[in-house]
């Protein structure tokens, strides 16, 4: 059974690597990533390919690791000046377990909403590389109400049942005010855990480098920070720079530049991702 295993992942690692290989030289996919995926406790490696092909009014992507291939099929609808709609239905089928996902989000005028909903019946991590090694059902729902052009309200609802039923919630509410940066502050709880927000968002200097940073502090820690730096005078290629740090002690460092993109990650394991994207364009 073992042998059996192993001839039928390598054919179709060898099949979707091919797929992959033909669509890039024809030019039809829009981007082919390769990538390398590796952790520690417990021990897993495996390369990654991901392919993004438009199919009408659509976009396929598909994404191919040991043990599991996902596919994905996403679109948008636009309202003219009224607003636009985007959603999007994957899934994952591997030798751990199965998972499907949903999400939607939208904007019409002052109001922008998001909707996700995920359930799999084994880890995620298992399914979907580089994923929270979490299983189950994830319900996610997210709010921006604009009160004018400087000020803006937003919410963030959260509920997980993992496999075990074990059923956890969280909600946030912001408040952010833009001037020639941009200040958030908010209060929200997770798991029981409350928390206030402070975020800053606005450029370093006047050649377009912008930071982007969160901070909660309370029962929950964590501060996030994104920095982001053009390339080239034409700001066709920007650095971007990543960085998350929790308690308990958890971290993610993540760099993309030139195609090439690079994630770390310690949530009581170390991990590592990297990945380098090859763009081909549409068939407009």
């Known amino acids: 059974m073992e042998y059996l295993r192993h001839r039928y992942q390598r054919s179709l690692h060898l099949v979707i690597i091919a797929l992959g290989l033909q669509l890039s030289a024809f030019g039809l996919g829009q981007s082919l990533t390769f990538g390398l995926y590796g952790r520690l406790s417990p ?52 030798f ?85 940066q941009t200040y958030t502050f908010g209060l929200g709880v997770e798991d029981s855990r409350f928390y206030g927000l402070l975020g800053w968002r606005g450029e370093l200097n006047g050649a377009g480098t912008l930071l982007d940073t969160t901070l909660r502090a309370g029962q929950l820690n964590r501060l996030e920070a994104a920095l982001t730096t053009p390339l080239d005078p034409e700001q066709l290629n920007n650095l971007k720079l990543r960085l998350t740090l929790a308690y308990p002690w958890a971290a993610n460092l993540g760099l993309e530049a030139y195609g090439f993109r690079a994630d770390a990650d310690y949530d009581g394991r170390f991990s590592l991702w990297l990945r380098y994207t090859l763009d081909f364009g549409g068939n407009e």
Do not use: C, H, M
């Open 43 to 94: 021990e897993y490696l495996t390369p990654t390919l991901e392919v993004a092909l438009p199919l009408g009014g659509f976009d396929l992507q598909a994404r191919l690791q040991r043990g599991a291939l996902g596919v994905g099929l996403g679109s948008a609808v636009e309202f003219s000046a009224l607003g636009r709609v985007s959603y999007g239905v994957q899934a994952s089928l591997g």
């Open 96 to 180: 751990a377990g199965w998972g499907i996902q949903g999400s939607a989000s939208g904007i019409f005028g002052p109001v922008a909403a998001s909707l996700e909903a995920l359930y799999s019946n084994t880890l995620r991590s298992s399914l979907w590389v580089g994923d929270e090694a979490q299983g189950g059902l994830k319900l996610g729902l997210g709010g921006r109400y604009r009160l004018e052009a400087r000020q803006t309200l937003g919410l963030q609802l959260g509920f997980n049942r993992d496999l075990l039923g074990i059923a956890r919630g969280s909600g946030e509410l912001t408040y952010a005010l833009r001037q020639a």
